[in-house]
């Protein structure tokens, strides 16, 4: 979705312009020496859903608009005191306020406006998220985050209650000045609080920062590969940070990479064959079946695996298979033992006789 986007008319042209009109064709019902014509225009322009009028004296006090550009998503339509009249509210700020909250808004702020000229004014919508920027937090997790502004009466909460919110997966409340990560525009610093939960565990309150996490996902080493020592040639990829240290979200992840073959869960500083960079020792599970036997577990390491291959050139460990290893290593060592067996037996065959 756009973010607090709505458009009461479709189809504007680029601009339009009014007829030339007088005071008196209005019954100078909002003042004369022209005002009632040149707010006049300027309402009709407003009323096709255009932002901006520019006023033509047409001679002999009369006046036409030309309408241009469609109203900003997070700006009121503009109000005079006369038009909100004519649309039954009883102020400008009254009106405007009905026109943010048709688009999902909360409220509109008094105090910030645009002089639209002619006695129009267009008021801010409230609160209003920024852009999404999208970095790494303090804890090396992919996010995606919108701060939330303009608060109504001051109250964070009005960031949870509005229509216009983002889809939001989640809440962090920073200190001010303070973004996660550092990576929101003029919110350099890190401090804050541990992400929330879910869309409905709403951790921000006043005095903070409060940003919305749309999106927050793990991250993946680059491909190695290698010998597994298991007689194995594997392409793996590394999944790093953990959405709320659950080794499951490297299964969920929408960026986890593609072709996934197998899942090998490994003890920390471990990874197949010891093939991974900073993860040289060699305590794993085993391979799991398929892509979709995930069994990666909590204090570990997790790999995806995007190849696996039998390799006569990748040998077993004696970690991996210690029975394959021995029985490989001295192919010939039973028949040492047979002859040994036999040569005992004779000698002890001799001794028995000897000892009659």
């Not at 607090?4 to 004369?32: A, Q, R």
């Not at 859903?49 to 469609?70: E, M, R, V």
């Not at 290698?226 to 929408?254: E, F, H, M, Q």
Request: charged letters at 25%.
């Amino acid at each position: 979705m756009v973010f607090g986007y709505y458009v009461p008319y479709e189809h504007l042209d680029t601009s339009y312009t009014t007829e030339c009109k007088k005071d008196e064709d209005w019954n100078s019902i909002w003042g004369s020496g022209g005002k009632t014509a040149k707010m006049k225009a300027a309402q009709e322009c407003y009323n096709k859903g255009y932002y901006n009028h520019t006023i033509t004296d047409c001679g002999n006090w009369a006046f036409k608009a030309t309408c241009s550009d469609t109203v900003p998503n997070d700006w009121s339509k503009p109000y005079s005191d006369e038009s909100a009249k004519d649309e039954g509210f009883s102020n400008r700020n009254i009106a405007a306020k009905a026109d943010c909250i048709k688009k999902g808004f909360i409220d509109a702020h008094p105090g910030k406006y645009k002089d639209m000229g002619d006695y129009y004014f267009s008021l801010k919508c409230i609160p209003t998220y920024d852009p999404p920027v999208y970095g790494t937090d303090s804890k090396g997790s992919k996010i995606t985050i919108q701060k939330c502004n303009d608060w109504v009466n001051n109250d964070p909460n009005s960031c949870f209650n509005a229509k216009n919110k983002p889809d939001v997966k989640r809440w962090i409340k920073c200190d001010i000045g303070s973004s996660p990560g550092g990576i929101a525009p003029g919110d350099g610093a890190t401090i804050c609080d541990p992400i929330s939960k879910g869309l409905n565990d709403f951790t921000c309150k006043t005095t903070n920062n409060c940003f919305a996490v749309t999106d927050i996902d793990v991250n993946w080493d680059p491909s190695v590969s290698g010998c597994d020592g298991a007689g194995n040639r594997l392409t793996i990829r590394k999944c790093n940070n953990w959405v709320d240290d659950d080794p499951k979200s490297c299964y969920t992840s929408k960026t986890k990479p593609t072709g996934i073959t197998n899942w090998i869960g490994c003890a920390q500083g471990s990874s197949p064959g010891g093939i991974a960079p900073g993860d040289g020792a060699q305590v794993c599970d085993p391979i799991t079946a398929d892509e979709n036997d995930f069994k990666c577990k909590g204090a570990g390491t997790c790999f995806a695996v995007t190849s696996n291959t039998v390799d006569s050139k990748c040998k077993k460990t004696f970690w991996s298979d210690p029975v394959d290893v021995v029985s490989n290593a001295l192919p010939d060592f039973k028949w040492y033992i047979i002859i040994g067996f036999i040569s005992i037996l004779i000698v002890a065959i001799v001794i028995a006789v000897i000892k009659r």
